[in-house]
């Protein structure tokens, strides 16, 4: 997809100040504090976003305009338009610019009672020929876990055709939660000082990621398609629950849910069902390159998780009853994704192969390889783990003995991911092989890299796909509990389908499709703890697309 270079990147980056506060004639004083946003781009259209920030709560409505301009030199192509916001949809502004040229490149800027906000750039799909497309794939951005050093490095990227946010854009815990020390240390204090239950709590929840001039950046960069995972409502949510609800302190759980997802829409550079709902899975074509298509996993279809706490009963001998605990696990009736959804990616899937597009990409929010975790004490040695230990809180030994006595039982890694639904998971397979798709999986959730490949067993079989795991922005995880531990190479040594993994960085996957070859690459920021850092590519894998399908992945 063509990139204007004539453009420079401050004029999309931190040196853009938000909107002055000014006062004006309909709605007072007013600034641009959450900076810009475009999303949803496809070739003749896209979302733009911005919010005003009244002087007070409850200001009456407030009018604006927008400009969206051509960055090239050919004549036409401009586009404008007003529009009324209000407290009703937290002062937020979404508007569906279309009528736009294909593979075009555009500045857009909102106004409001005389105060201009920043400016961003985006750009429309393309729909002809393509020499190739890149795309910047992000997740897991803890706000009290660091700064937003990743998403800044995405803005400085020289070219990013889009941002894929594969969900946890925000995190519903209160502050003394997860990520509470880093938070403390670096004054990263969510808001509000609470967990997030009520739409006001949202609404405040996601003000207080956008108001980062980092992710700020990153937004007015290109344009972003995202969906959500389960921290956007609560911990480990499914249709009727979540781990992190409590109906006796939290209230029902449809109210809940309802709430954090109008805050997600109005929030968000995304185009909204007709029906109001939660199905947002969704398609996007780059030229004649790769389809891309958004699942959504979470609050349409999925059934709630097997745990290993609830669900591993001890049994009359006195040991885990792995078998009952399997058969629970393997119930062809549940399911991550229902059958419209279903129907949905087969047919989607077999429209992009027959229009002769080389790849299909698959937007998918957690893990969707085999992994059983690795036995540390097996792998390692005693001697070995013990000096390890010596030198981390007691949490660190109790999650090693936890994840031996679940590699012990060869049960899944973890039971929040695909591995948890391994009927769906197959039924998905099947999809793919019968529209003789070439996959790509992009995968968010673990915080941690991941180079995998796919099969339909788990001996032998079928390479089904490969998947690139793009660790978190700023999320703490496996490597941050269990510093100095081989993490990744022990979960590659382990499972045929883990090439890779890296649990210790933070930082984003740059994901380049030709017609030819996908290349997954492993984009690091040195620290989160300081704004001062550099970027290093730590990994590069490669697939190639050849007459039998896509080929096996290749450490670079």
Known sequence: MPINRRSALGLFGLSVASGSVRAGTNGGQVAFKHGVASGDPLADRVILWTRITPQAPGAEPIAYTWTLRPMDDRAGGAKSGSGVTDAGRDYTIKVDVTGLEPARAYTYEFTANGVTSPRG??????????????????????????????????????????????????YEYAPEGY???????LNRQPDPPRDCVTLADYRLRHACHRSDVQLQAAHARAPWIVVWDDHETANDSYVGGAQHHDPATDGDWNTRKAAAIKAYFEWMPIREPADHGFAINRAFH???????????????????????????????????????????????????????????????????????????????EVIMARVTPPHFRKAMG?????????????????RVDNTDRIAALNLPYGTDMWDGYPADRQRLYDLIKGAKANVVVVSGDSHAFWANELYDAPEGGQRVAVEFGAAG?????????????????????????????????????????????????WVSVSTVLNKAYTTQTLKTFTADHGPDGIGPLVAV
């Open 473 to 521: 922005i700023t999320s703490p995880g496996a490597g941050d509990d269990l510093k100095g531990f081989p993490v990744g190479d022990l979960l590659a040594k382990a499972n045929r389908e883990v090439l890779a993994s890296n649990h210790n960085e933070k930082g984003f996957v740059r994901l380049t499709l030709s017609r030819t070859q996908a290349k997954g690459e």
């Open 382 to 398: 005693d001697e070995a783990l013990e000096a390890l230990l010596a030198d981390l809180p007691a949490t660190a030994r109790k």
């Open 121 to 170: 750039r985006t750009q429309t799909l393309p729909t002809g020929p393509v020499k190739d497309v890149v795309l910047a794939v992000a997740n897991c951005a803890l706000y009290s876990g660091g700064y937003y050093n990743a998403y800044e490095a995405i803005a400085k990227l020289d070219r990013v055709d889009a941002v894929l946010h594969l969900g946890d854009y925000i």
């Open 286 to 364: 780059f030229g004649d390159v790769a389809s891309l298509f958004m699942l959504e996993t979470r609050l349409t279809a999925r059934d709630r998780q097997v745990t290993y706490d609830r669900d591993l009963q001890i049994g009359p001998d006195g040991k885990p009853d792995v078998a009952s605990f399997k058969v629970k696990l393997n119930a062809p009736e549940r399911k991550m994704m229902g059958a419209g959804q279903e129907a949905w990616l087969g047919a989607g899937l077999k429209a992009s192969v027959q229009a002769g597009r080389p790849w299909q990409i698959l937007g998918n």
């Open 179 to 185: 990520g509470y020390e880093t938070g403390k240390l």
